[in-house]
Structure formats: C-alpha cells, structure tokens
C-alpha cells in the first residue's frame, strides 16, 4: 500500500498546570490514507477538536509524531509549515469564521490572498468554487446576509479555492439544521468520492460517522474503538 498521508503516533497533548493540569490526548495513534474519509467521534470533551488541531498543524503536541506524506512535521517551520497548511489543507469549521461585512466572493478569496495569488486569479479560482456550490449569484452579497446552510457553503468554497488534498471539518453540521445539514454532508462526501479529497470529520453525530469508511472512537483522550465500513 502506498504511503499514508497521515501516520500519527503516540500522540500526547495537555493543557494547563499544576492543579489545573487536563490531559486532552494521551498516547493516540493511527494512519489516514489518501482518499480515505475518516470520522472522528466521541463526547464532548473527549479531545477531538485538540487532535484535529495537531493533525492541521495549527498546534503542537507535547511528545508524539505527526508524519505528513512521509515526512515529519515537526521538522516544518515558520514559512514551511504555513505554505504546507496552506496548500495541503482547507478547513469548515462549525463556528463559520466568516467576515460578515465582507463580500462572499472576498471572504472565499482569502486564502489566495494570504497564498500571494495575483488578483485576476484570485477571482477566477473564487468564483469557480462558488459556482462548484452553486453560489456565483451571491458572490457580491455580504456574508451576513446568508442563510447558516449558504454560510457554510461559502466556508466549503472558501476550504476548496485551493484545491487542498485533505480537508477538515469540525462539526460541520453543528449549527445548522437537519435537512440543511444534510445537505453540507452530501457536498462533503461528493467532494471525497468524486474529488478524491481526503476527508477528516469531527462529529458527536452517529450518523454523519456512519458514513465515513472509517470511524475512530475516542474517550478521554484515548481511541477507544475503531471500525472500518466493508467495501461496498
Ligand atoms: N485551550 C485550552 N485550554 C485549556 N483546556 C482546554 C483547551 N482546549 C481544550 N481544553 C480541554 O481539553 C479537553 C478536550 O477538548 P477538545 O479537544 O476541544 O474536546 P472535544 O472537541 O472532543 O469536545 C476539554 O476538557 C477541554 O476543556
Ligand atoms: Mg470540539
């Protein structure tokens, strides 16, 4: 098989100290392969949300190894690891960290920006994920005035305008209700079937779970189960 994105091991993360000590993860180990989508599940608290930070390299653990294609993470700095996250990963969070007085087709822009994209390309690849979500004709609204289902739309667009490889996704479907929820999970999972797109999901929602080929229990701080779906 071919090299994992992904080989985790023994991953350790704490907060605090002394007294206040908490040990969010304490030793979590396994391997996502490209193309896989893989749930991550467990109450609230269990350390899902710490273990997805350190998998996004927005944080760092205290003792562990995060491999990325084959190379250790840890040895990514400043401009290195920035460029890699930027270009290796896109992020729908449940919170939409959206600029409310900012255009759609601005905020969906921004990682470009941020990339050092010309301008006229910018807009090209913005609208071009906007149009992928069938949202070009609210390119110039304000992002305030979308509904929660059109915002995270807009969050999708914004996570793909750099044609990422693995994207995350924290409770995607949080904040939004059922019927709208399902359909976010519908675009991610065409994404990850037709796109290729290697999907991490983070979710306290069975179902949503049950619908990744892969299902990683954590309690904790630690895995606790993990199943894999039979090859339909
Ligand atoms: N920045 C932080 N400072 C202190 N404690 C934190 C911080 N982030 C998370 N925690 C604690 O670590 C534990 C795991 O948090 P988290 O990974 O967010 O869990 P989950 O996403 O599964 O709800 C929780 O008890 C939480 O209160
Ligand atoms: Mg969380």
Redesign the pocket.
């Known amino acids: 098989m071919s090299t994992p994105i992904f080989q985790i091991s023994d991953l350790r993360k704490h907060?605090?100290r002394g007294q206040s000590r908490?040990d969010?993860l304490k030793g979590v180990s396994f391997d996502i392969h490209g193309g896989e989508s893989v749930a991550i599940v467990?109450k609230?608290?269990?350390?899902?949300?710490?273990?997805m930070h350190l998998l996004a390299l927005l944080d760092a653990p205290d003792s562990g190894s995060i491999a990325l294609d084959g190379v250790d993470t840890a040895t990514l700095r400043g401009g290195t690891l920035n460029k890699t996250r930027n270009k290796t990963f896109g992020f729908v969070f449940q919170q939409f960290f959206l600029t409310g007085n900012d255009s759609v087709l601005e905020n969906v822009i921004l990682p470009l920006k941020i990339a050092g994209v010309g301008r006229t390309e910018r807009k090209r690849r913005g609208m071009a994920a906007l149009e992928q979500l069938e949202l070009a004709d609210k390119a110039r609204s304000k992002a305030l005035n979308l509904s929660g289902g059109q915002k995270q739309r807009v969050v999708i667009a914004r996570a793909l305008v750099n044609n990422p490889r693995i994207l995350f996704a924290d409770e995607p479907t949080g904040n939004l209700d059922t019927a709208t929820g399902a359909v976010v999970e519908d675009i991610l999972f065409t994404l990850n079937r037709e796109h290729g797109i290697t999907l991490v999901v983070?979710t306290h929602d069975e179902e949503l779970a049950a619908r990744c080929d892969r299902r990683i229990v954590i309690r904790d701080g630690l895995i606790v189960d993990e199943t894999t779906k039979d090859a339909a």
């Open positions: 907060y605090g908490f969010a467990g609230s608290g269990s350390g899902k949300s710490t273990l983070v």
